[in-house]
Nanobody
């Protein structure tokens, strides 16, 4: 079992930066690939980024490539999403996910409660 708690969301102006954190409980954190998804109002949850269990492989949605960076610190049981050059269309609730690999919600077995990111124009 893995429990996930996101933090770091907030209100930022367009062009600004935020760093999201996802703290995981459970001794098996380091064995899980991790992902970030987001869900804007009225839209389906969509893939943002993923990182392999050792951090050697990363994957990004085309919409965030070059702006967002996913990383992890297995010693701290934490995965991060560094977001730069934020745009109003990045406004969404961001969710951390674990226990899978891929771009679909169904690819992951564990989810956090989400953290709101709002980008003002």
């Amino acid at each position: 079992q893995v429990q996930l708690v996101e933090s770091g969301g907030g209100l930022v102006q367009a062009g600004g930066s935020l760093r999201l954190s996802c703290a995981a409980s459970g001794r098996t954190f380091s064995s899980y690939a991790m992902g970030w998804f987001r869900q804007a109002p009225g839209k389906e949850r969509e893939f943002v980024a993923a990182i392999s269990w050792r951090g050697s492989i990363t994957d990004y949605a085309d919409s965030v490539k070059g702006r967002f960076t996913i990383s992890r610190d297995n010693a701290k049981n934490t995965v991060y999403l560094h977001m730069n050059s934020l745009k109003p269309e990045d406004t969404a609730v961001f969710f951390c996910a674990a226990g899978g690999w891929g771009h679909e919600v169904g690819d992951y077995g564990y989810w956090g409660q989400g953290t709101q990111v709002t980008v003002s124009s």
